[in-house]
């Protein structure tokens, strides 16, 4: 097997977006290195030769969906208030244009549902929710300095609001309720009647 | 197959609670009738002769869930915000005293994971979540009445406090973060410092 480094970035950009794809169509029990294979212009070998096993993989996977995150969640130029609500959107709503959120949260939740049993795997999740929770306090943070959201705790309000988002994605995929929409609604409510200061 | 009205609820009761100590201990992925029949009293045809498939059996135990938390939620002696706090911690920490909250929580979230593929599962999981919404949005309304909580929508604030729930959950199972305790904390600093009126 090679090295992370070793590859170049385009033959890793072009494997995790076929497991991107793979994962849409397939979910995340059914997936096989095969069907990754399909998705891309490589061979099922030439898959095993940069990473041995699916769970190597889709640990690198998840690393990259933080840095598509993070990329996203770059621009700080917005006041706080936008970023948050961008923020919230692109979570509940999916990243990408041609991305279809339904589709990807269900293999993400399938994937989590995996975690107790696959350590590699929660440890790359828990990076993720660590990081995604510090950008949020982050922006209450500046949204507090610059006299936008009142003086609240933004550890505890980070984590009202990533848990709310991570609920709403599991209810809009496993019930017929429009969750989504639902939990959006919620979060406009909180952050106007809780979060923002009268001014 | 004999339908539901004509075997005892001795009978149900007893291969409902086989199903919830099979869950948790295999998970939903790996569970078979043998399985179910090996935690009861019954072999594996004579819950072939009560449930057709493995589906019905699970839409049943789901139903079978509600009615547990509805009995647990029944006493409206407390008052609302007693009553809210004690249905958040039977929702994060478990019904039962000798439940292992995180195995159950992880079977159920396999199986919402499967709700988009399995009609039946999706159906019986919408019935208990707008259950479990309109539970909370009644305590919340009660609260309102009563002057103990401020006049919010009962609705958004549910829908806020539901998923919330089930997003601290979800990062329960598939992260290292204590999001359990961290989510009763937030949800806390919520319901203080926006739900309860001043007085």
Not at 3 to 10: A, D, N, V
Not at 27 to 50: P, R
Not at 90 to 103: A, H, Q, S, T, W
Not at 119 to 138: F, G, L, M, T, V
């Amino acid at each position: 097997m090679v090295s992370k480094e070793e590859k170049s970035e385009e033959t890793r950009q072009e494997i995790m977006e076929a497991t991107f794809r793979a994962l849409c169509k397939h979910g995340y029990a059914n997936l096989t290195m095969q069907k990754i294979a399909n998705e891309s212009n490589k061979s099922k070998s030439s898959l095993h030769y940069h990473y041995d096993t699916k769970e190597n993989l889709i640990v690198e996977f998840i690393e990259y969906l933080l840095e598509g995150f993070r990329e996203v969640m770059v621009p700080n130029k917005e006041n706080p208030l936008d970023r948050l609500n961008g923020l919230i959107d692109r979570m509940l709503y999916g990243l990408e244009e041609n991305e279809d959120p339904e589709k990807f949260h269900t293999a993400l939740i399938e994937l989590s549902s995996q975690a107790p049993y696959q350590k590699s795997i929660r440890d790359q999740i828990s990076i993720n929710d660590n990081e995604i929770h510090r950008i949020i306090a982050e922006i209450i943070e500046e949204g507090i300095d610059e006299e936008v959201f009142r003086e609240v705790d933004p550890d505890v309000v980070a984590s009202l609001i990533i848990s709310t988002i991570d609920g709403g994605r599991l209810r809009q995929i496993s019930t017929n309720q429009e969750a989504s929409d639902e939990v959006r609604h919620s979060l406009d409510q909180f952050i106007n009647s809780y979060l923002l200061l009268d001014h």
